[in-house]
């Protein structure tokens, strides 16, 4: 009987550890965050940098399409999950002039018009053009911080693939600072082949970790990797990590919708 109740209470102990997943361990939630942060999916860079926001963050909503009142309410939900997120102060503006954040929802046949509009020449974006759903283009300055970026979402095509949430989640998501999609990062939001439509808890700790005050703009993948250990023990000490299954949920688009 005595040996049986140690049993048992070791195997009770030793539950946190044997139910963890793969992508709560440190060395896989590293080469996650390396791959979305410092790697780009339309433009080679040879020597990637660490970008984000170091300034509030001000949206200008523009719709054409659909029900505009919906849209901004699916996009005003996501911002502030993303500020809670990221401690970054996100707020609407009806003033142009004081955005840095263009959020336009149109239709398909307009798509290259509001490219033109708000990110420039689209035969610049080409590629991004023929096999995007939806669009999401930034601007940095000489020390790596996001000064303006343009999200474009022609919701007719993104509604017929359905994928119109996703474009609202992940496009406004990556201009946080997280620019890259990757296959090998999953579970994810950044992962094309997944079926992930809201921010995962892998996401919640890329986000986490982007905005983590061991990291700062114009760091290289060396400098990164180098940093990231700290960025980890932050991670850990604050049980973001063991907890981010439920603390990605709150203030969630996915629990605002009951999904």
Same mark, same amino acid.
């Given at each position: ?15 946190? @550890? ?12 590293? *080469? ?19 970008? #984000?926001? =170091?300034?509030? +963050? #001000?949206? &200008? &909503? ?33 003033? $142009? ?7 336009? &929802?149109?239709?398909?046949? =307009? ?8 990110? %420039?020449? $689209? ?17 940095? *300055? %000489?020390?790596?911080?996001?000064? #303006?970026?343009?999200?474009? /979402? $022609? @919701? ?11 474009? +609202? ?9 997280? $620019?890259?999609?990757? =296959?090998?990062? !999953?579970?994810?939001? !950044? =992962? ?37 250990? *700290? ?13 981010? /299954? ?14």
């Amino acid at each position: 009987m005595i040996r049986y109740s140690l049993c048992l209470l070791f195997l009770c102990l030793s539950w946190p @550890v044997l139910s963890q997943e793969r992508w709560q361990t440190d060395e896989y939630i590293q *080469n996650s965050f390396v791959k979305i942060a410092l790697e780009r999916e339309y433009k080679e860079t040879q020597f990637p940098k660490l970008i #984000r926001w =170091n300034k509030p +963050i #001000r949206l &200008f &909503f523009e719709s054409d399409s659909g029900d505009a009142l919906l849209q901004k309410e699916l996009l005003s939900v996501h911002a502030q999950h993303l500020a809670s997120i990221t401690g970054l102060s996100i707020d609407f503006t009806s003033d $142009p002039k004081k955005a840095n954040i263009f959020v336009v &929802f149109t239709h398909y046949d =307009n798509l290259e018009q509001k490219v033109q509009q708000y990110i %420039g020449d $689209p035969e610049s974006i080409r590629a991004a053009l023929d096999e995007a759903i939806c669009l999401g283009n930034f601007r940095r *300055n %000489g020390r790596y911080e996001i000064t #303006r970026g343009s999200i474009i /979402i $022609p @919701v007719d095509y993104a509604r017929s693939k359905g994928r119109f949430l996703d474009c +609202i989640v992940e496009e406004i998501t990556q201009l946080m600072g997280l $620019p890259n999609d990757s =296959n090998e990062v !999953f579970p994810s939001v !950044f =992962n094309d082949v997944s079926i992930d439509t809201y921010l995962s808890p892998l996401d919640y700790l890329l986000l986490k970790a982007l905005y983590s005050r061991y990291l700062t703009p114009g760091m290289d993948v060396k400098q990164t990797k180098a940093a990231f250990p *700290n960025v980890l023990k932050q991670l850990h000490a604050t049980q973001d990590i063991e907890k981010a /299954i439920e603390r990605v949920q709150r203030y969630s688009l996915k629990t605002y919708l009951g999904d």
